[in-house]
């Protein structure tokens, strides 16, 4: 009895696992699909010769390449922004004490509950009125700070005492030597988690580079994708390969780092 | 140095027993609260992006609902955007699907997600593995998934209509008839939303105190009953959370219809979210004043959910 109930634990958890997968595994198998077989009644599930050349063939009609790198440049600049200006804030918050110090904190608890989704349209007039529409900038100065991720930081802090400072002040440490020498090497676990789930963020993010940006050349790579999509027609095969290079940098990110990301999510109840 | 002039010797005699608490919790070095306003410095780059991208736009979005349409010269509109708004059948097709979106995909999420986590959280080998799988929808693109869902989900040759003729039903074309719209990004809804369900569900599981279980196979409960009295009631208020979390990330469904459909709400706007009305008003139409007014409305539905959650979550904590 105890096996057969252990036997459909196992059955269940694989069914599961399956339907998780199997988009990917479609994905990355359409991706080497000749256009037929890609379009097969009954599907196709693996085909007979990788057709190796959708992914270049992909590439010539999109410019992914470029895609990639102002991914790459403007995730990469927003979570190192985001990350400066969160170890600033963390430490004032937690270390040091000035007048409206709680009032500060209720406002930004209260910032919180603000959804991405509805300032990102005032968010595209103020950089409409910056005249900065379709430009590096326009990409990145808004996720140059987070709310959340200052009080993700100002929490773990929390449980560094804040004897440290004081004992670091009486030597004569000053406040920048003191985050440099002492409080980053503290977090740093925190703010590797951080790092990463900001980069991801920004990899991912779709709905406001495609509100500021026009030409091709602005493109990030989930926007670059869904043009790539419409543009492609009924070529599945190079919207699976086209896909595929959207996805797999960040799968091998995870593949390495799944322990750091997913005890960072977990703790923390991110959802964006 | 200012410090210096309360040394402990000297606070320890002053009769009001605040300052005498503050003073030696604090220590002698320390600085008092008026005397570290350095500490704006510090804030200061954080508070400026977040001034600027995070509270200006929010003023802005009422400031916009109750003027025209017009970007350069707007003026006074009164309430006239949220009577259009209000009055406008396509918003109520996007209220509509934004419910059915939240009604269907939340509680099914749930239900599935949380029976992953019970039975990877039994004794079964290789569950942290399993974890780690069922966290991948999380982290990938939303648009490249919503393409692949689009190849899965195809009327002519998808996979799933494949499966599903194989058990005789369908053919179904989910993406171009207008009335299986819907109904797609449901799926598509239901499987996005489990990575991140199973990870807090497994994380509130394991920090069940592991002794109540010990006593209940003392006394003989099975394993229903344990879940019943012992796992269930102590997951209640983390199960709240994430019934609310889901519910308000249902609200504000947008990038999983763009990808589904290719940059359309479905054929004839059919699965049109409220965000989707709003990018459309805001983007598409150039109804600035008329999309602010939704986004409004939507924000004070999302409000009251947020103060709803902290109430309960407050409630359940006690």
């Known amino acids: ?272 | 140095m200012s410090a210096a002039t309360t040394s402990p010797a000297k606070t320890a005699k002053v009769s009001t027993a605040t300052k005498v608490s503050t003073a030696t919790r604090r220590g002698p070095f320390s600085y008092s609260a008026e005397r570290q306003p350095r500490a704006w410095l510090f804030l200061a780059p954080a508070l400026f992006f977040i001034a600027l991208f995070n509270v200006w736009p929010l003023i802005r979005i009422f400031v916009m609902a109750f003027q025209t349409n017009s970007l350069r010269r707007p003026k006074f509109a009164g309430a006239d955007n949220f009577a259009f708004v209000v009055a406008d059948p396509e918003f109520h097709t996007a209220i509509a699907n934004t419910a059915v979106f939240a009604v269907v995909v939340v509680p099914m999420g749930m239900v599935i997600s949380m029976a992953i986590a019970l039975t990877l959280n039994g004794r079964m080998k290789g569950g942290r593995f399993f974890e780690a799988l069922f966290f991948i929808p999380y982290l990938t693109s939303v648009i490249a998934i919503g393409i692949v869902f689009r190849y899965l989900l195809n009327g002519d040759y998808g996979v799933l209509n494949f499966l599903l003729g194989k058990v005789g039903i369908g053919p179904f074309d989910f993406l171009n008839d207008p009335r299986l719209n819907m109904a797609a990004l449901l799926i598509f809804g239901v499987w996005s939303c489990l990575a991140f369900n199973i990870i807090i569900m497994l994380s509130g599981l394991r920090s069940i105190n592991r002794n109540y279980y010990k006593v209940a196979d003392m006394y003989g409960a099975t394993g229903w009953q344990q879940l019943r009295r012992i796992t269930l009631p102590q997951m209640i208020p983390m199960l709240t959370f994430l019934a609310i979390v889901n519910f308000i990330n249902s609200f504000k469904v947008y990038t999983e219809v763009y990808a589904l459909f290719n940059g359309k709400a479905g054929i004839g706007n059919s699965a049109t979210t409220a965000v989707f009305y709003i990018f459309n008003k805001f983007y598409v139409d150039h109804k600035y004043g008329q999309g602010m007014a939704a986004g409004v409305l939507l924000f004070l539905l999302i409000l009251a959910f947020t103060l709803l959650e902290n109430a309960l979550l407050k409630k359940l904590s006690k």
């Not at chain 1, 419409?230 to 780092?257: H, N, R, W």
């Open chain 1, 1 to 272: 009895m105890k096996h057969i109930g252990l036997a459909l634990r196992y059955v269940f958890i694989v069914a599961m696992a399956v339907i998780t997968l199997f988009p990917f595994v479609y994905m990355l198998s359409g991706s080497l699909m000749t256009y037929q077989e890609s379009t097969s009644i009954p599907p196709t599930l693996v085909p007979a010769h990788a057709q190796w050349g959708n992914f270049a063939e992909a590439m010539r009609q999109a410019p992914f390449a470029r895609y990639f790198v102002n991914t790459v440049l403007v995730a990469g600049a927003s979570t190192l922004g985001t990350m400066v200006t969160t170890v600033l804030a963390g430490f004032a918050l937690t270390c040091l004490d000035f007048r409206f110090k709680k009032a500060l904190m209720a406002c930004l608890v209260a910032l919180l509950m603000v959804p991405y989704e509805i300032v990102v349209f005032t968010n595209y007039s103020t950089i409409a009125d910056l005249g900065l529409l379709d430009t590096y900038p326009a990409l990145t100065l808004p996720s140059l700070a987070s709310v959340f991720y200052i009080f993700y930081l100002t929490q773990y802090l929390t449980a560094v005492p804040r004897t440290y400072y004081n004992a670091a002040k009486v030597q004569g440490c000053g406040d920048l030597e003191f985050i440099w020498r002492i409080m980053l090497p503290m977090c740093r676990p925190a703010l590797f988690t951080m790092g990463l789930l900001l980069f991801i963020g920004g990899w991912n993010n779709f709905l406001w580079p495609i509100l500021v940006t026009n030409t091709t050349d602005m493109r990030l790579i989930s926007n670059g994708l869904s043009a790539f999509a419409s543009e492609s027609g009924t070529a599945v095969q190079l919207q699976m390969a086209a896909s595929a290079i959207t996805i797999i940098p960040i799968l091998i990110l995870y593949a390495i780092f799944h322990k750091h990301i997913i005890e960072g999510v977990a703790q923390n109840g991110i959802k964006g």
